[in-house]
């Protein structure tokens, strides 16, 4: 048997640990598919918790801060436009054959990820002269790369039984209460929100995170604030939700698999251009109006509505989203398929 491709996965955490979320599934799906990673990260403190067990396949390795000991493997991965060090660039382009190259763009449901992906970047200067990098775009389309998804993901979900889950962890629902999670980055219409949520008997699990601190009870709305979870227990908790608030990429695209109601906090962008990636999300996910209120008010483009939908229509909206999803390939795959590697 051929030695297992080795891929190399750069990631600089920025603020939130989004970006260190997305790196660690998909290199723990690579190793999974039989593949060897390294995932070098300049602040990787967060792993403690968000992955406690790790598989054999997954190397974690420092940022480098001079030269690099190691030849290059087989694939690149250059996180979110992170730019791998010029030292480790320059043995990529000493290679014989060279690695292949890929940018793993951000997650966006506007048009020109469609036109975007896959696109090569020939390099003419600098020390990686000669190679050709890639742009990867995610997506919700079958033009674009897809979103990451597990082999058996959605098996595990429909066979859950969420309210057990919850009751085993002390989070149980009260009868008669809807539960909620909460998931989100500094947000002024908080008040506006727990308003809307106690006008119906509701559990809300508050997540770590600026708001936690925010939440409690009041008439109509019960709060549990919550521990730091791993990525495995983070989605089942998703699972377990009637309701979902998320945030940034990696709790967005696990909402959609849960396949269940979600408010997507989109992360604020100076120049607003977060504006337009939310519209374009809703407009492609065919989300009601009653509930794009909902959206635009959480993230400051209107007021909140002055009371929530029902959940019972967006459950079976979202449904009908994953099952679109779930109908293309998830993002490992077709990754392997561009660069032409086999699991």
Same mark, same amino acid.
């Given at each position: 048997?051929?030695?297992?491709?080795?891929?190399?996965?750069?990631?600089?955490?920025?603020?939130?640990?989004?970006?260190?979320?997305?790196?660690?599934?998909?290199?723990?799906?690579?190793?999974?598919?039989?593949?060897?990673?390294?995932?070098?990260?300049?602040?990787?403190?967060?792993?403690?918790?968000?992955?406690?067990?790790?598989?054999?396949?997954?190397?974690?390795?420092?940022?480098?801060?001079?030269?690099?000991?190691?030849?290059?493997?087989?694939?690149?991965?250059?996180?979110?436009?992170?730019?791998?060090? *010029?030292?480790?660039?320059?043995?990529?382009? /000493?290679?014989? =054959?060279?690695? $292949?190259?890929?940018? !793993?763009? &951000? @997650?966006?449901?506007?048009?020109?990820?469609?036109?975007?992906?896959?696109?090569?970047?020939?390099?003419?200067?600098?020390?990686?002269?000669?190679?050709?990098?890639?742009?990867?775009?995610?997506?919700?389309?079958?033009?674009?790369?897809?979103?990451?998804?597990?082999?058996?993901?959605?098996?595990?979900?429909?066979?859950?039984?969420?309210?057990?889950?919850?009751?085993?962890?002390?989070?149980?629902?009260?009868?008669?209460?809807?539960?909620?999670?909460?998931?989100?980055?500094?947000?002024?219409?908080?008040?506006?929100?727990?308003?809307?949520?106690?006008?119906?008997?509701?559990?809300?699990?508050?997540? *770590?995170?600026?708001?936690?601190?925010?939440? /409690?009870?009041? =008439?109509?709305? $019960?709060?549990?604030? !919550?521990? &730091? @979870?791993?990525?495995?227990?983070?989605?089942?908790?998703?699972?377990?939700?009637?309701?979902?608030?998320?945030?940034?990429?990696?709790?967005?695209?696990?909402?959609?698999?849960?396949?269940?109601?979600?408010?997507?906090?989109?992360?604020?962008?100076?120049?607003?251009?977060?504006?337009?990636?939310?519209?374009?999300?809703?407009?492609?996910?065919?989300?009601?109006?009653?509930?794009?209120?909902?959206?635009?008010?959480?993230?400051?483009?209107?007021?909140?509505?002055?009371?929530?939908?029902?959940?019972?229509?967006?459950?079976?909206?979202?449904?009908?989203?994953?099952?679109?999803?779930?109908?293309?390939?998830?993002?490992?795959?077709?990754?392997?398929?561009?660069?032409?590697?086999?699991?």
């Amino acid at each position: 048997m051929s030695e297992p491709l080795l891929w190399d996965i750069f990631c600089r955490v920025i603020d939130n640990h989004g970006d260190l979320g997305v790196c660690w599934r998909l290199a723990r799906d690579l190793a999974a598919r039989g593949h060897r990673v390294r995932l070098w990260v300049d602040d990787s403190r967060a792993l403690a918790w968000m992955a406690p067990q790790r598989p054999a396949g997954v190397k974690l390795r420092d940022w480098p801060q001079g030269p690099v000991d190691v030849a290059p493997g087989g694939v690149v991965i250059e996180a979110f436009g992170c730019e791998p060090p *010029p030292d480790f660039v320059a043995r990529m382009a /000493a290679c014989t =054959p060279p690695p $292949r190259w890929v940018n !793993l763009e &951000y @997650l966006s449901a506007e048009d020109y990820v469609e036109r975007s992906h896959a696109l090569a970047s020939p390099q003419f200067h600098g020390p990686g002269a000669g190679l050709t990098r890639h742009f990867f775009y995610p997506g919700f389309t079958p033009r674009t790369g897809g979103l990451l998804r597990e082999a058996g993901l959605l098996d595990e979900v429909s066979g859950f039984d969420g309210r057990a889950w919850l009751a085993r962890r002390g989070w149980g629902a009260a009868p008669g209460e809807r539960v909620v999670s909460l998931f989100a980055y500094a947000n002024p219409a908080l008040p506006a929100l727990l308003d809307l949520l106690a006008q119906q008997p509701t559990l809300l699990l508050a997540c *770590p995170g600026p708001l936690q601190q925010q939440v /409690a009870d009041r =008439p109509g709305l $019960r709060t549990i604030a !919550l521990p &730091y @979870l791993p990525q495995d227990d983070f989605d089942r908790l998703l699972w377990a939700c009637d309701l979902n608030f998320v945030r940034g990429e990696d709790s967005f695209v696990r909402a959609q698999w849960a396949g269940k109601p979600f408010v997507w906090h989109i992360y604020p962008q100076d120049d607003d251009a977060h504006h337009a990636k939310l519209e374009a999300f809703m407009a492609r996910a065919d989300l009601s109006e009653d509930w794009c209120a909902v959206w635009r008010g959480w993230n400051g483009l209107a007021p909140l509505p002055a009371a929530m939908p029902p959940l019972a229509p967006a459950t079976e909206q979202a449904l009908h989203w994953r099952a679109q999803l779930a109908s293309q390939p998830d993002l490992v795959t077709q990754l392997e398929g561009f660069l032409g590697v086999s699991s």
